[in-house]
């Protein structure tokens, strides 16, 4: 069984709801990225995303939009990212995941690629532009060497194609939390918990909800239907508004904690 | 010509990379592209809206004075610069906008680069009532205040967008946001045959009037086809519209012109055919300019319409399948142009068409007299006036 696997049904036989943090990698470079993912590991992180920058980024919002900028202007590159999780692999024990665009992934070559993140210990890779569909030689590329390829389901999605995806998809499914980019949200839309029980209904591999999950309050609610609760942009936003470098360390590891909190409590 | 089965690919490119947000609202654009436009109340009501209120047909003009001066091949020009808002444009969003309102989506939303499709889409929604927002690059917001204005006369809302390098791309990303959000009232009308399935077959099926006219004129104008096509190339849906209709005619060569910038070797130009690779990029894959780790980098011409560092995929599969050629015509060689086809024809082209005029002044020369060249006089250049006012200015400080 993969790290993934093995952490939700670890959680589930806790009663607990994960909690994964997300990083831009680089952002505003890959050193800070990995003080984050070793503070976000002892903050009480489930798993961890990290993000893969890409210029032109169509899902996500400005806060998103700044980070993969600041990563870019970095010079940071797919190759130093998996060198990263390479390094950081040793000292955590958690899932570690990568996020990005597929160009990049594509650049570097799909069989390449997955037997690089195979060799470095990434556990699983979300790609948001690209569907099944258009993604099966990479997806059973990442798969034949146990890196779970992660896919996407949104409130748009039909019944018939989420079906699809969750028997596609391996570690968790991601359920987009609303229609829309990337972003802290004020409120939650009310129909998210119709739909993580139209997943519950036709599958039960465990599912997660990103975009949007912005504040203590909402993971609460949300824990009380999801496996998991990714967060993102509210994460980024609180460093954007320190300078100092150990302190942006501290306010993110600090908002992990609290989001931990309230899933342990469940 | 698709070369697989698969639905939207053409051989290697095209396909469909987009958020699972967004599958949905293309499978329901697909079915209703499948449904609608053949019927027969479709096609009467384009038709009758491409006559009546665009001008078409549009005519085929053949340009006695410069094949004289190029000593050549006769040289004909399809003039879509006479279309109704002075482009080809108007015969896809017409298309779109009739399909927008039979799916009953009230808001339509479109990117613009120069400002050509988002003035023609802004006309749509005014002559069908439709809620109007075009996405367009800061840069070239200022570079193109005219057409700004243009737009908001129109009733639509220009929106400038700031991130990344301020033009064309990023105009496309943030249109692709809003449809992101707005997907389940909103109309996405993409102005080339590019972005994921449907959209390049859609928009193509919707510009092929212009080849489908032009090989009836010319077959009046001369008893036979021409031997070469010629029509600039930034999505290229212009080139496209010209020569599918003349794809199984074999003996008819085309010719694509894209933004050569400064310089292919300079590294400042819109040649992804030239230069690119193979990328995935706008929801589709295709020939990119990218660098070695799949990162776009932002294109340049002095044409904000070629200013675009993707290009078609049904293009990208003409240039492997060795259809058509491409060839890349420089800022300074299109400048030139533009100033030698108003001299000598009494036509003002756009920047954009300019660049496949510079490539006939090469082209012709070469050719027997008896030869035919066809090219899209895509647009013309009314909105280009002031800038190329400035480039000659700033030109002749130079020489100075």
Not at chain 1, 109 to 116: L, N, P, S, V, W
Not at chain 1, 234 to 245: F, L, Q, S, Y
Not at chain 2, 140 to 164: C, H, I, T, W, Y
Request: net charge negative; charged share 25%.
């Amino acid at each position: 069984m993969g790290r993934l696997s093995e952490c939700f049904r670890a959680l589930r036989s806790k009663g607990e709801r994960g909690l994964l943090p997300f990083v831009t990698a680089g952002d505003p470079d890959l050193e800070l990225t990995e003080a984050l993912v070793l503070s976000f590991a002892e903050a009480g992180a489930d798993a961890i995303e990290i993000g893969v920058p890409f210029s032109d980024p169509i899902a996500d919002g400005p806060t998103i939009q700044r980070s993969s900028q600041r990563a870019l202007a970095a010079k940071t590159s797919l190759r130093r990212i998996v060198e990263l999780v390479a390094r950081v692999r040793p000292k955590v024990d958690l899932p570690l995941v990568l996020m990005g665009y597929a160009n990049p992934f594509f650049a570097m070559g799909e069989e390449r690629f997955a037997a690089i993140a195979a060799e470095v210990g990434v556990d699983g890779v979300i790609c948001p532009d690209l569907p099944p569909e258009e993604g099966e030689v990479f997806y059973a590329a990442l798969e034949s060497r146990g890196v779970d390829p992660i896919l996407l389901a949104a409130p748009t999605t039909s019944a018939e194609r989420l079906e699809m995806l969750a028997k596609r998809t391996r570690g968790f499914l991601y359920y987009v939390a609303l229609t829309g980019v990337t972003g802290a949200r004020s409120a939650i839309s009310s129909d998210l918990r119709e739909g993580v029980a139209r997943v519950r209904s036709v599958s039960d591999v465990p599912v997660c909800v990103g975009f949007g999950v912005s504040t203590p309050e909402q993971a609460r609610e949300i824990a009380s239907y999801a496996d998991g609760i990714v967060v993102a942009s509210a994460i980024i936003d609180r460093m954007e508004r320190v300078e100092d470098r150990s302190e942006k360390v501290d306010v993110a590891a600090q908002f992990v904690s609290d989001l931990k909190g309230v899933l342990r409590r469940g | 010509m698709e070369a697989s089965s698969r639905p939207g690919r053409f051989g290697a490119y095209g396909g469909r990379y987009v958020p699972e947000t967004l599958v949905s609202a293309l499978d329901e654009l697909e079915q209703a592209r499948l449904r609608i436009v053949p019927s027969e109340a479709f096609e009467r009501e384009l038709q009758h809206l491409l006559r009546s209120y665009a001008g078409r047909p549009t005519p085929l003009s053949f340009a006695e004075r410069i094949t004289a001066d190029l000593g050549g091949a006769k040289i004909y020009l399809k003039r879509e610069d006479l279309a109704h808002t002075g482009a080809h444009k108007i015969n896809n969003v017409l298309g779109q906008a009739l399909l927008a309102r039979a799916m009953g989506k009230r808001r339509v939303i479109a990117e613009t680069g120069a400002g050509q499709h988002g003035v023609a889409t802004a006309t749509a929604c005014a002559l069908l009532g439709l809620e109007c927002e075009v996405y367009q690059g800061a840069e070239d917001v200022e570079r193109q205040a005219l057409n700004v204005f243009r737009m908001e006369l129109l009733g639509a809302r220009v929106r400038p967008v700031d991130s990344g390098s301020r033009t064309l791309k990023d105009a496309i990303n943030e249109a692709m946001r809003d449809w992101v959000t707005n997907v389940r009232d909103t109309y996405y009308c993409i102005g080339s045959t590019m972005g994921p399935h449907p959209y390049p077959t859609l928009v193509r099926d919707f510009q092929r009037v212009i080849g489908d006219e032009a090989r009836r004129q010319i077959l009046e104008a001369e008893g036979r086809l021409p031997d070469v096509l010629v029509a600039c190339v930034g999505g290229g849906s212009n080139a496209m519209g010209l020569f599918h209709p003349f794809v199984d005619d074999r003996s008819v060569r085309f010719v694509g012109c894209e933004a050569g910038g400064e310089g292919v070797e300079s590294g400042r130009h819109g040649a992804t055919m030239t230069a690119g690779v193979p990328g995935i990029f706008h929801g589709q894959r295709t020939l990119v300019l990218s660098d070695d780790d799949g990162q776009i980098f932002p294109a340049h011409s002095i044409s904000a319409g070629l200013d675009y560092p993707g290009v078609g995929p049904e293009h990208a599969y003409y240039r492997d399948s060795g259809r058509a050629r491409y060839v890349a015509v420089t800022d300074s060689e299109a400048l030139d142009a533009l100033g030698y086809l108003s001299r000598l024809e009494g036509i003002i082209p756009a920047l954009e068409t300019a660049h496949a005029i510079a490539h006939v002044r090469k082209l012709a020369p070469t050719l027997a007299r008896d030869a035919i060249v066809l090219v899209n006089l895509s647009g013309r250049g009314d909105k280009d006036v002031i800038q190329v006012r400035e480039l000659l200015a700033a030109g002749r400080r130079e020489k100075h």
